[in-house]
């Protein structure tokens, strides 16, 4: 530990902040031919291989993964959150940052309903997590006026 003497003549070092989704932070320069240093919530990518993964212990599942090479050309493995999905080989998808805490290399999620990657199907609940639209009650005019048409219920 050091002294009071020892601290007045050199600080402590802070630590850099640890970057967690470091692929999001670069984008490929073709014209310089190589990463530039950007921030972006977002990344689009093309599925290389949909596979499934077993989680650290003490949890057993078989957590869907997709391995998708970036727009900036690197490759990353990414959660598929939801019940099912229709994303193969060759899928165009949209990746966001946060990672899956039992999957060990995998800070990445895909964006359902986005690109090829469709929303989840009978989503009640949290639908705009997983891409669903709303179902059952239509929003139009005649709907907001309780059934009845809208040109009669201008004229009078």
């Known amino acids: 530990m050091p002294t009071i003497n020892q601290l007045i003549r050199k600080k402590r070092a802070v630590k850099p902040k640890k970057i967690k989704a470091s692929s999001l932070r670069k984008t490929f320069n073709a014209k310089k031919r190589r990463m530039v240093p950007t921030?972006?919530?977002?990344?689009?990518?093309?599925?290389?291989?949909?596979k499934t993964m077993t989680p650290k212990k003490p949890n057993s599942a078989l957590r869907k993964v997709a391995r998708v090479r970036l727009s900036n050309k690197q490759e990353?493995?990414?959660?598929?959150?939801g019940i099912g999905h229709n994303l193969a080989e060759h899928s165009i998808v949209l990746?966001?940052?946060?990672?899956?805490?039992d999957?060990?290399?995998v800070k990445y999620h895909i964006v359902r309903g986005k690109f090829d990657a469709a929303g989840v199907d009978n989503r009640k609940s949290s639908r705009s997590k997983y891409g669903t639209k709303k179902s059952g009650a239509t929003t139009s005019k005649a709907a907001a006026t309780g059934g009845a048409p809208v040109a009669a219920?201008?004229?009078t």
Do not use: D, Q
């Open 95 to 101: 990746v966001r940052g946060g990672r899956v805490k």
């Open 153 to 155: 219920a201008s004229a």
């Open 76 to 81: 990353v493995t990414a959660y598929i959150p």
């Open 103 to 105: 999957l060990p290399g």
């Open 39 to 50: 921030t972006n919530p977002f990344k689009r990518g093309v599925c290389l291989l949909v």
